[in-house]
């Protein structure tokens, strides 16, 4: 007990900085849709679920706010009260809010996992392990509604092997020439989260069309949209060759309201927070690909996502509203102060 409390007062370290201060900005980013959601919701099965989704962001930004404040470290400004426009109509019929906690929860058990790892300082590291099991433990909750009510998608069956087979032959890496091999159960499985996830980023992504007003800024919601819908096309046209059936598309859970209840800061933030989601998330499906095909056509999606995301990036640094990560030191800029 002696050795934690003396290594909590260890300086943080760039790992921890980034990794509060990233969770800081996607809380409160997830704070400002959650209390809007709330504040339009009339399915009383999910209102006690989106009320426990924004307690445990809530939570989290206190618990970073904590350990900011006693390492004197600055508070992002993040996202605030004026971010949200309650007066606004709903945009999003309920079972949008049951979509948007399960979508956030699966990536941030994701994103948890892989910022705990990096993290060494006890604290920080009970707080990354609490947001785990918070995210799981909300996840699970989701899936269990959705299942109740019908909206849950179940990832594709297959059947079971009757043996141990090891791979023997090239043509297990086959794709361009020559007979197929059938996809394994890992690339089953990368191509059924990216087809869900593309379909949450296209329903996010028509609804932000319909209330953003300026042209080029509508323009490119939904040249982004457009990306989403050509990634869905092409894995359900090869699940179809598969032999497999496509997954069926979600129910429309976008209201006609052309009055945005977010700022555009909001809404390109979240865009961000997408673009860097399907890269990490295609990257990783690419990486345990072996057909040649599936492997080829992953460098394309990412290619074209990385330079959405750059056009994305152009726009929040344009508009000022991106803020800017920590920095080190610069210490040229030091030494030739000091000339």
């Known amino acids: 007990m002696e050795s934690e409390k003396k290594q909590v007062n260890i300086e943080l370290s760039c790992t921890e900085i980034g990794g509060l201060w990233g969770v800081y900005l996607q809380e409160s980013m997830n704070s400002c849709f959650l209390i809007y959601f709330l504040h339009h919701l009339q399915d009383e099965e999910i209102i006690p679920l989106a009320k426990e989704a924004l307690q445990v962001s809530q939570v989290r930004l206190e618990e970073i706010k904590k350990i900011f404040l ?23 019929n309920d079972v949008f809010t049951l979509s948007y906690i399960y979508m956030m929860n699966r990536l941030g058990m994701i994103n948890f996992s892989y910022t705990a790892s990096n993290n060494v300082r006890l604290d920080v590291l009970d707080f990354f392990t609490e947001c785990i099991h918070t995210s799981t433990e909300m996840f699970g909750k989701a899936v269990k509604m959705m299942l109740s009510k019908g909206i849950y998608d179940r990832p594709p069956k297959m059947n079971y092997p009757k043996e141990i087979e090891f791979v023997q032959k090239d043509s297990f890496l086959s794709g361009f020439i020559g007979p197929k091999r059938p996809l394994n159960a890992i690339e089953l499985s990368e191509i059924f989260f990216n087809i869900e996830r593309n379909y949450f980023s296209i329903l996010i992504m028509l609804a932000f069309a319909q209330v953003v007003k300026g042209k080029n800024l509508k323009n490119h919601i939904i040249k982004g949209k457009t990306i989403s819908e050509k990634q869905i096309s092409f894995f359900n046209n090869l699940l179809m060759e598969e032999e497999l059936l496509g997954t069926v598309t979600v129910g429309m859970e976008v209201t006609d309201s052309t009055l945005s209840p977010f700022s555009d800061k909001l809404i390109f933030s979240m865009i961000n927070v997408l673009n860097s989601v399907d890269i990490s998330l295609i990257s990783h499906a690419m990486s345990v690909t072996m057909r040649t095909d599936l492997t080829a056509q992953y460098s394309k999606i990412i290619a074209e996502v990385m330079l959405y995301a750059k056009d994305t990036f152009d726009i929040v640094v344009e508009k000022k509203w991106l803020e800017q990560p920590p920095l080190v030191t610069n210490r040229k800029k030091l030494i030739n102060n000091k000339k």
């Open 70 to 92: 006693s390492e004197n470290f600055p508070l992002p400004a993040a996202f605030s009260e004026g971010d949200v426009n309650l007066a606004a109509p709903a945009l999003f």
